[in-house]
């Protein structure tokens, strides 16, 4: 197949000199406005050559006038002069893959030759010119991964010659017009990711050509027209993350022939799957069969499908790769037959109500990198046939009701990156096999099943493992030493800070060592349910009540009186101490120190290697801008305390005026004495180069270099929020400027739904999904018109799930795994009841989540933020709405709506949590009815 710009036309009109003049000029024009060229492109563009043998250009060799400009992926920066229209001649214009920013010339509907135009992969902004309408032979027109905003203009109906329309990845609004339906040559129409509203007219049924329609990640609603599941001629058909409602037609799978992918994920769709959608490699007409449709991708996930789990799932075609089923109601058990798909990659059933055994036959999916069952009825043993998927990267089985033995197969999956299988009826002792996957670098939790025996010593295999869960079971025995070799495991990372340990809900006994409370970095510390015994030493996090639990230890004494254990009574002899250290203490104690000494090892290396002349980082990325040491240096006066805006965990944030344009920066420079530091960058650099959403903090640039000194210097450049963060307005101090800070109602409701927003695009509409682990009212900034922005992702991570490698907006599983809406909970509950989670009130167990749980829904009006009874919420100019009246039913309603949301995020149980596109909506709902409560209270008064 032919690119847009190869399949360009040759026009026949000639050109005289002055047009090669004009030509020449406006190449150059172009050239002035490239800010950024690393690969030197610019450099051919000169006057020892003619400008037909530029790099990128394409001349008609009689005329010699411009037929085509092509500098795709060359990494140009810059924008686009309104003299590009003066290449009348040009029939195919490509700038694909670069950070062209600015908007797009109405200067382009001079172009009446074109007939392909890519502009995608920029930062381009602004509308879509009109003036594009006068391109009548325009047939590819490519505007993806922009930032154009408005709706499509009713101009562009001239353009009857479209054959493909992508305007994928945008921030578009409106609704899709229905003039569309009248491109009877459209064979691709993608208008996915965008902002687009309403329902989807019929007449786009009339695309008899069309072979690729994809409207997912909107806002559209309604019922699919009729007229669209008839157009027999496409391929691939998505709709997915939308609310489409009511049932699949009957003959679907019919009426497509020709369908390969279907995606309609996280919509309202109900009924049972289509039968003619799954026998899909043959139709039987008659006694004649036929060739039908070769499904290699469905997506049904996240909608309400019911009724029994179809048999005729193995009629599909053995060239599916993915089948999600996820997120419906779905019961009844699976056939041992889908074991005939044998060219499936991810199989995912997670959340709905299968019941019965995990068929054999699925063992016969070599091929499966990613497989759910996770959130169902599923029981009997866990098949041993398992062990064949050695391209397994990802296997769920929590929440179900599995028992036996774990099979020893499973250390067979050498590919495995994650493997959870907790909260079952597992029992018996942990294969050794299973510590033998040395792939494992992301998470092994088994926990909350009745697993006994000790941790095998060969846990020291697990090398590159993050987390390690085994809590809730009834093991026993000694903590093995090898677990100093997972140098990544339970947040410890190669900085060497133990931050966390968890080994509650076992039987592990003696006493506990009092260098444990030598560990500066520990914060939480969770020894309860287990059978220590003695006195509990006193330093470090001993010291602090908050990140102790030693509950359900009955034989331990001391300790600070909050943890109100029983005195300790006259010591033991000296000869008992001396045995009991022998036991236990002395093996407990090499076991931990073992693990400080392989950390304390790794960073040694790890600063010896960096010291060995390692090349400066680059975080120059596409769309930023470049800058130096000395620039920064200058824009914030020196790094001056005067312009110190903020303090983090890994360094400072100053404010800065650029001096070149005089923008308003934020510099966030990095303290890199501090552990971890650089790997913060790293982590945020990773992120903000992906992302583009208005509710979050953005990035203009990033710097590597060396100061004045010849020392280290790295920094961050962020958009100056005039406000501050959230934390100063919730939080005030006892100054007169915090002290006038209030938020209101409104306010807050307003910056609850666009932090929900925000969380809501990173979770599912990224191609990979990416958590936010450090969400704070510290880390969401206020704008000077107090929209909020969320910032700070040096402790985010990349969902690693997404390793699966199939693209993320037709996938609704991420959003059902802990803790992506946990976060936005606690948030939530902290910015309506104005309490810190770590108030010092929230002892003995308490946290934020029980005080208002509490609370609800008698008393909510008892723990809300005080200042809401003071603060007028007079944003349009209504002055009485609070004070006496807050407590009002209508009012009160509101907040008990929001506080249900907060607890319903932030549940104990990860299955409980609500999604975040349905907090998006209920957050969308308890504004909108606050503000419909306020319009008939003004109407009324």
Not at 813 to 841: A, Q, V
Request: include cysteine.
């Amino acid at each position: 197949m032919s690119t847009p710009l190869e399949s360009a036309t040759l026009p026949s009109a000639s050109a005289n000199a002055s047009g090669n003049e004009t030509d020449r000029v406006a190449l150059l024009d172009l050239k002035k406005r490239i800010t950024q060229d690393p690969l030197h492109v610019m450099s051919s563009w000169n006057d020892s050559i003619h400008f037909c043998s530029w790099v990128g250009v394409t001349c008609n060799p009689s005329t010699k006038r411009v037929l085509i400009l092509d500098l795709s992926s060359y990494k140009l920066a810059g924008s686009l002069p309104s003299s590009i229209g003066s290449l009348t001649h040009l029939t195919g214009l490509s700038l694909r893959n670069n950070s062209f920013h600015g908007e797009i010339p109405q200067e382009m509907g001079r172009l009446r030759s074109l007939q392909a135009l890519n502009v995608s992969e920029n930062s381009l902004g602004g509308k879509i010119p009109t003036n594009i309408s006068h391109c009548t032979q325009l047939r590819v027109l490519y505007l993806r991964f922009n930032a154009i905003t408005g709706s499509i203009p009713d101009n562009l109906r001239s353009l009857m010659s479209l054959n493909h329309l992508e305007l994928f990845s945008n921030k578009l609004t409106g609704t899709i017009p229905n003039w569309i339906g009248n491109f009877s040559s459209l064979e691709g129409l993608r208008l996915t990711l965008n902002n687009f509203h309403g329902s989807i007219p019929s007449e786009l049924g009339r695309l008899t050509s069309l072979e690729v329609f994809s409207l997912a990640a909107n806002n559209l609603y309604g019922i699919i027209p009729s007229s669209i599941y008839n157009i027999s001629s496409i391929k691939h058909l998505s709709v997915s993350i939308n609310q489409f409602h009511a049932e699949l037609p009957r003959n679907l799978g019919i009426n497509l022939p020709n369908l390969e992918y279907f995606y309609c994920g996280s919509n309202k769709f109900t009924g049972t799957i289509p039968a003619s959608l799954l026998n899909s490699s043959r139709i039987q007409i008659l006694y004649f069969p036929i060739n039908g449709f070769t499904l290699k991708a469905l997506d049904l996930s996240s909608n309400q499908f019911g009724g029994e789990f179809p048999r005729s799932i193995a009629n599909l075609s053995t060239q599916l790769t993915s089948l999600y089923l996820g997120g419906n109601l779905i019961h009844g058990s699976v056939p041992d037959d889908i074991g005939n798909l044998v060219n499936l990659t991810i199989l995912a059933m997670e959340l709905n109500h299968l019941t019965g055994t995990v068929p054999d036959g699925i063992g016969k999916l070599q091929k499966l990198v990613g497989l759910y069952l996770n959130d169902n009825q599923f029981s009997g043993p866990i098949a041993s046939s398992l062990g064949n998927l050695t391209s397994l990267t990802q296997l769920d089985m929590f929440n179900n009701r599995f028992e036996g033995s774990i099979p020893p197969s499973l250390g067979n999956c050498q590919s495995l990156l994650e493997l959870n299988l907790s909260y079952n009826n597992i029992t018996g002792t942990i294969p050794r096999e299973l510590f033998e996957v040395s792939s494992l670098p992301i998470s092994l939790d088994i926990s909350q099943n009745y697993l006994t025996g000790s941790l095998a010593y060969r846990v020291g295999d697990l090398v590159n493992l993050l987390e390690l869960d085994v809590s809730g079971n009834k093991l026993s025995g000694k903590i093995p030493k090898t677990l100093g070799s997972c140098i990544m495991l339970m947040r410890l990372y190669l900085e060497g800070s133990l931050e966390e340990i968890d080994i509650s809900c076992n039987h592990l006994s003696g006493q506990i060592p009092e260098f444990l409370g030598k560990f500066t970095h520990l914060n939480h510390l969770n020894l309860s349910y287990n059978d220590f015994e003695g006195e509990l030493p006193k330093e470090g996090i001993f010291s602090n009540a908050s990140g102790l639990s030693v509950i359900g230890n009955n034989r331990l004494c001391g300790g600070l009186p909050k943890l109100r254990l029983h005195a300790c009574s006259i010591k033991k002899s000296h000869s008992s101490q001396r045995l009991l250290a022998l036991k236990v203490v002395i093996p407990v104690a090499c076991a931990l120190a073992f693990i400080i000494a392989m950390s304390c090892f790794i960073v040694a290396r790890s600063k010896v290697k960096n010291s060995r002349g390692g090349r400066v980082a680059s975080y120059s990325y596409k769309g930023w801008e470049s800058f130096s040491y000395l620039k920064l240096f200058q824009s914030t006066g020196g790094f001056s305390v005067d312009n110190l805006i903020g303090l983090g965990s890994f360094g400072s944030v100053y404010k800065g005026v650029l001096p070149t344009d005089g923008r308003v920066v934020a510099v966030k420079v990095l303290n890199l004495q501090q552990e971890g530091a650089s790997k913060s960058l790293m982590y945020e650099c990773k992120v903000l180069r992906s992302i583009r959403h208005c509710n979050l903090l953005k990035i203009i640039s990033a710097c590597s270099s060396f100061d004045t000194q010849g020392n280290d210097f790295k920094s961050l450049v962020f958009e100056f929020m005039a406000n501050g963060s959230l934390d100063s307005w919730l939080h005030r101090r006892d100054d007169d400027q915090s002290q006038s800070k209030r938020l209101s109602l409104i306010q807050r409701l307003n910056i609850a739904n666009d932090v929900a927003s925000a969380l809501d695009y990173l979770h599912r509409r990224c191609e990979t999904t990416i958590v936010h682990c450090d969400l704070k009212p510290n880390n969401v900034l206020l704008g000077e018109d107090m929209v909020a922005h969320v910032g700070d992702f040096g402790l985010a991570r990349f969902h690693f799930c997404w390793v699966i490698g199939f693209h993320r907006l037709h996938s609704s599983r991420y959003e059902f795994l802990p803790p992506f809406s946990s976060y936005f909970g606690i948030l939530l509950l902290e910015m309506f009841t104005g309490k810190r989670p770590t108030d010092d009130m929230f002892t003995e167990g308490l946290s934020i989540h029980q005080f208002a749980a509490m609370a609800m829904p008698d008393h909510a009006m008892d723990i809300i933020d005080p200042s809401l009874l003071i603060v007028r919420d007079d944003a349009d100019g209504d002055d009485e709405i609070y004070n006496n009246d807050i407590r009002a039913r209508p009012i009160g309603e509101c907040l008990v709506s929001v506080m249900e949301i907060g607890l319903s995020c932030s549940a104990i149980l990860p299955s409980e949590r609500i999604q975040m596109d349905v907090v998006v909506n209920k957050m969308k709902a308890a504004r909108d009815s606050y503000l419909y409560l306020r319009r008939r209270r003004r109407i009324r008064s």
